[in-house]
């Protein structure tokens, strides 16, 4: 079965911080590449970091030295660490392989706002 759930968002001041983490099926995780995407209201969900299973990251321009992605194979589970948050980080966020395609499933995402 396909899951994909992810939790820690909320409400937050700029410049502070949020961890999330994302459960996924061992399906989807163990042999694919994870990544955080983001969906602002009115705009594309975009990816903003990514982790291969042997560790190796990248990450959106906009995130770069805020945000730190990691993953616990043992878990499933990966993770976002968000710093220095700014109010256009508000979005939904949602974990997922990359790529993904027409078919991929999602899961209910999580809400990140930050306050100016």
């Known amino acids: 079965q396909v899951q994909l759930v992810e939790s820690g968002g909320g409400l937050v001041q700029a410049g502070g911080s949020l961890r999330l983490s994302c459960a996924a099926s061992?399906?989807?995780?163990?042999?694919?590449?994870m990544g955080w995407y983001r969906q602002a209201p009115g705009k594309q969900r975009e990816l903003v970091a990514g982790?291969?299973?042997?560790?190796?990251?990248n990450y959106a321009d906009s995130v770069k030295g805020r945000f730190t992605i990691s993953r616990d194979n043992s878990k499933n589970t990966v993770y976002l660490q968000m710093n220095s948050l700014k109010p256009e980080d508000t979005a939904v966020y949602y974990c997922?392989?990359?790529?993904?395609?027409?078919?991929?499933?999602w899961g209910q995402g999580t809400q990140v706002t930050v306050s100016s």
């Open positions: 061992g399906s989807i995780f163990s042999a694919n590449v």
């Open positions: 982790i291969a299973r042997g560790g190796s990251t």
């Open positions: 997922n392989t990359i790529p993904t395609s027409m078919r991929s499933y």
